[in-house]
Antibody, heavy 120, light 108 residues
Framework: QVQLVQSGAEVKKPGSSVKVSCKTS????????ISWVRQAPGRGLEWMGG????????NYAQKFQGRVTITADESTNTAYMEMRSLRSEDTAVYYC?????????????WGQGTLVTVSS | EIVLTQSPGTLSLSPGERATLSCSTS???????LAWFQQKPGQAPRLLIF???TRATGVPDRFSGSGSGTDFTLTISRLEPEDFAVYYC?????????FGPGTRVDIK
């Protein structure tokens, strides 16, 4: 059974960075797309970007380009999302989600979410 | 960027009733790349439908999806108590893979 387990909640100061991990188990990793999706309190879902670990190159929503880096480590079946220059509006639950083989595939397995709170 | 809109924003219904949720896209999309998710409070989203009309593994057959072009529909034939939640549509054919704002289905 495929499982995605994310790192724990974080509290960060404005201007700092955060790196969230997403370890997958129970299924293939390298050729399956991993997406990162966030949800601000009381708000909807926002797709941030994704990566296919085998290819190593991530693509991003324009809003996050330059401030977010998505990477994947095939040796540990773990994906990462790093966000820099944090501001209060980045307070949200961050989810990783695994799709199928290929980029344009539905996200059928989700992590439990990681709450990132940005506060001075 | 493809913008998705969903209607209504909130749907108030009773258990046993039929729910019809709409999703419109700003550009024509390939229906192979339209998904519906269910989200309950404090939980991660759950994939219900992909390819506009294919149910994901384990999804009850009271959930069905349809549509093409720019207009898509999720239908819940008879609402069960566990179906009261927020539903999102998403297109995953063109990056960024945008979501709609969601439709809340609550108990009347």
């Amino acid at each position: 059974q495929v499982q995605l387990v994310q790192s724990g909640a974080e509290v960060k100061k404005p201007g700092s960075s955060v790196k969230v991990s997403c370890k997958t188990s129970g299924g293939a990793f390298s050729r399956h797309a991993i997406s990162w999706v966030r949800q601000a309190p009381g708000r909807g879902l926002e797709w941030m970007g994704g990566i296919i670990p085998f290819f190593g190159t991530a693509n991003y929503a324009q809003k996050f380009q330059g401030r977010v880096t998505i990477t994947a480590d095939e040796s540990t079946n773990t994906a990462y999302m790093e966000m820099r220059s944090l501001r209060s509006e980045d307070t949200a639950v961050y989810y990783c989600a695994r799709g199928g083989r290929g980029r344009e595939t539905p996200q059928d397995y989700w992590g439990q979410g990681t709450l990132v709170t940005v506060s001075s | 960027e493809i913008v998705l809109t969903q209607s209504p924003g909130t749907l108030s219904l009773s258990p046993g009733e039929r729910a019809t949720l709409s999703c419109s896209t700003s550009h024509t999309i390939n229906s192979a790349y339209l998904a519906w998710f269910q989200q309950k409070p404090g939980q991660a989203p759950r994939l219900l439908i992909f390819g506009a009309s294919t149910r994901a593994t384990g999804v009850p057959d009271r959930f069905s999806g349809s549509g093409s072009g720019t207009d898509f529909t999720l239908t819940i034939s008879r609402l069960e108590p566990e179906d009261f939640a927020v539903y999102y549509c998403q297109q995953y054919g063109v990056s960024p893979f945008t979501f709609g704002p969601g439709t809340r289905v609550d108990i009347k």
